[in-house]
């Protein structure tokens, strides 16, 4: 982002402004001067202050937030990839305080910002019992296959699967409740239905073999646990922020039952203004009696990728990627690699995802504190998101 014919150290202020497809408007901003030559470009000029202080080329757009009038807790990420983000900059004169109105504009332009690239194909998928959708690169393949999978909010969630097929994956974007004639609540799970979704991109002739990928998020990210453990197919997984127990709900393969750790809602603490922090409110799972739902990750043939963020306040995600490495140590395998972030929170999304310290949980309808600073968390998720393709290409080929 470059703004030119500004006056020689003039103050501005720069505004991004977008709606989402429900129309909530978001908003960010930050405050710079302009060089000697009366211009700013946002790669290498600091902002002084804002949303954001620093040099941060994307901080206009990761820093986005509800706009005052808004409900506030709300995510701003694309329930369709075929159509854009839109998000206009403006160019403000002078530097006002924070949240008042901004002086005159003196500049804007318009941006888009998209998930998936011409050439891209996105299959929508009923095999079986299985539901979701296969993103295709552009070209003849084959591609290493990946599954990709979000945590208990549910439904379908395809943007990451769309980007990771902009960077060549064909990628399994897979639901597993609350979607089309899935269960509409995740109760318990059959370790059957992620087999059948991996057999399938296992054979679909734009995939590469021998093996496929998983990257989850939360209840995603314990289920790629499982799933590399169990299932001969997976060969490697990433996994941000999870548990390497099974929580909450039972999972089925089988003969055999992995129970779930359960949260105490007695641990759950709600602030003055609301919000619920649910750090403490899962079983500890090192306790002898919640040993049958730990996962036997040491079965793993293939490679793990754990992604943490150490101000995490979902839950302990980066004391379980340590009881995970423990355990395959214990083990004698040395099998994964650890990204851990300091100030990062439990979502871990691809880069200039806005950062969302306390979001609505869909489920329970109520704000929960997901932790992490901004800017910390900003640069997780641009680090992490090289890290992960890196991860994937390797083992994937």
């Known amino acids: 982002t470059r703004v030119a014919g500004l006056g020689p150290g003039q103050p501005v202020t720069l505004r991004a402004v977008a709606t989402d497809e429900r129309g909530c408007l978001f908003q960010s901003c930050a405050q710079y001067r302009a060089d000697s030559r009366g211009e700013l470009h946002l790669g290498t000029d600091a902002s002084h202050g804002g949303d954001y202080t620093g040099v941060e080329p994307m901080g206009l757009f990761w820093s986005l937030a509800p706009a005052g009038m808004e409900s506030p807790y709300q995510r701003l990420v694309p329930r369709s990839t075929g159509t854009p983000i839109k998000v206009e900059m403006l160019v403000?004169?002078?530097?006002?305080?924070?949240?008042?109105?901004?002086?005159?504009?003196?500049?804007?332009a318009k941006v888009e910002r998209w998930f998936t690239t011409p050439g891209v194909r996105r299959i929508r998928l009923k095999e079986g019992g299985v539901r979701g959708s296969l993103f295709l690169p552009p070209g003849d393949g084959p591609f290493p296959g990946v599954i990709d999978m979000y945590g208990d909010e549910g439904g379908?969630?395809?943007?990451?699967?769309?980007?990771?097929?902009?960077?060549?994956f064909a990628a399994l974007s897979l639901p597993y409740?609350?979607?089309?004639?899935?269960?509409?609540?995740?109760?318990?799970?059959?370790?059957?239905?992620?087999?059948?979704?991996?057999?399938?991109?296992?054979?679909?002739?734009?995939?590469?073999?021998?093996?496929?990928?998983?990257?989850?998020?939360?209840?995603?990210?314990?289920?790629?646990?499982?799933?590399?453990?169990?299932?001969?197919?997976?060969?490697?997984?990433?996994?941000i922020?999870?548990?390497?127990?099974?929580?909450?709900?039972?999972?089925?393969?089988?003969?055999?039952?992995?129970?779930?750790?359960?949260?105490?809602?007695?641990?759950?603490?709600?602030?003055?203004?609301?919000?619920?922090?649910?750090?403490?409110?899962?079983d500890d799972p090192t306790k002898p009696a919640n040993s049958p739902c730990m996962i036997p990750i040491e079965k793993a043939e293939g490679h793990f990728l754990l992604v943490v963020g150490e101000d995490d306040r979902m839950w302990k995600s980066?004391?379980?990627?340590?009881?995970?490495?423990?355990?395959?140590?214990?083990?004698?395998?040395?099998?994964?690699?650890?990204?851990?972030?300091?100030?990062?929170?439990?979502?871990?999304?691809?880069?200039?995802?806005?950062?969302?310290?306390?979001?609505?949980?869909?489920v329970l309808g109520v704000p929960v504190l997901g932790g992490g600073q901004s800017k910390a968390h900003a640069h997780a998720q641009e680090h992490s998101w090289g890290k992960i393709q890196e991860f994937l290409h390797l083992h994937l080929g």
């Open 92 to 108: 403000h004169q002078g530097h006002g305080l924070p949240r008042a109105v901004p002086g005159p504009v003196v500049a804007k």
């Open 156 to 168: 379908l969630i395809e943007f990451r699967s769309s980007l990771l097929a902009t960077r060549g």
């Open 177 to 239: 409740f609350d979607f089309e004639d899935l269960p509409k609540v995740m109760k318990e799970l059959k370790l059957e239905y992620f087999q059948d979704a991996a057999r399938f991109l296992q054979r679909h002739p734009k995939v590469k073999g021998p093996g496929v990928g998983v990257i989850g998020t939360g209840k995603g990210a314990e289920l790629a646990f499982s799933m590399i453990t169990f299932l001969p197919e997976v060969v490697a997984a990433v996994c």
């Open 241 to 282: 922020s999870g548990c390497s127990s099974n929580t909450v709900a039972d999972l089925h393969y089988g003969e055999m039952t992995l129970p779930g750790l359960r949260f105490d809602t007695n641990k759950v603490s709600v602030s003055d203004t609301g919000v619920y922090d649910t750090f403490e409110a899962l």
């Open 318 to 362: 980066s004391l379980y990627a340590e009881l995970a490495i423990g355990r395959l140590r214990q083990h004698g395998k040395e099998n994964f690699e650890l990204l851990s972030y300091p100030g990062a929170g439990h979502r871990i999304d691809p880069p200039s995802t806005p950062f969302c310290q306390v979001a609505m949980d869909r």
